[in-house]
């Protein structure tokens, strides 16, 4: 997703809007949930050259899909993410202080929209995703989904009680 700015020039002011379908990078997404690599991303993005760089602002719509946290249902959404990214043409970069984050840079008047877009659609899927808030997802013990048999469990006996237990039984012969 290399974008080439050079008809920008380095004169502030100057702007292009780009409307564009590309493929989805790979690794676009965390365990769970995620935009499959070759999918349709869409941008509508705005290129402005400013006194430091270009600063890329606007949105990419891609669809997301995974599988519940709970019951491992397949789950899918639309999601449309803002962007808002200065890249800093050579020379023009503040140095990185401690704890401040990378800083993206215009190279031989070329731009990589794939880490801004990236850092913008991870940091917008959910952690634990869920099909409905109140799923009840699986069984711990025999993994039997939970939504389709109400009142289900399992009588769990303590392994210290079990010889306890077994005297109890009425069948139990002295």
């Not at 100057?14 to 941008?43: F, K, N, T, Y």
């Not at 509508?44 to 491992?72: F, H, K, M, N, Q």
């Not at 711990?140 to 289900?152: F, N, Q, T």
Request: hydrophobic share 40%.
């Amino acid at each position: 997703m290399v974008i080439d700015v050079k008809d920008l020039g380095r004169s502030p002011g100057s702007m292009r809007v780009l409307e564009e379908h590309v493929a989805a990078p790979s690794d676009l997404g965390v365990a769970l949930i995620g935009v499959q690599e070759g999918s349709d991303v869409e941008l509508a993005l705005r290129l402005e050259a400013v006194y430091e760089g270009i600063l890329v602002s606007g949105t990419a719509a891609v669809d997301v899909v995974g599988e519940c946290g709970r019951c491992l249902d397949p789950l899918g959404y639309d999601l449309e993410v803002d962007i808002q990214e200065l890249f800093f043409y050579e020379g023009n970069v503040p140095k990185a202080e401690e704890g401040e984050e990378e800083q993206y840079r215009v190279d031989h008047d070329l731009i990589d929209l794939e880490p801004v877009l990236r850092d913008a659609v991870v940091t917008m899927l959910p952690f634990q995703p869920v099909c409905r808030e109140d799923c009840q997802g699986l069984c711990s013990e025999c993994g039997a989904r939970l939504e389709d048999e109400p009142g289900h469990h399992h009588e769990v006996l303590d392994p210290r009680w079990a010889a306890l237990a077994d005297m109890a039984k009425p069948d139990r012969q002295n």
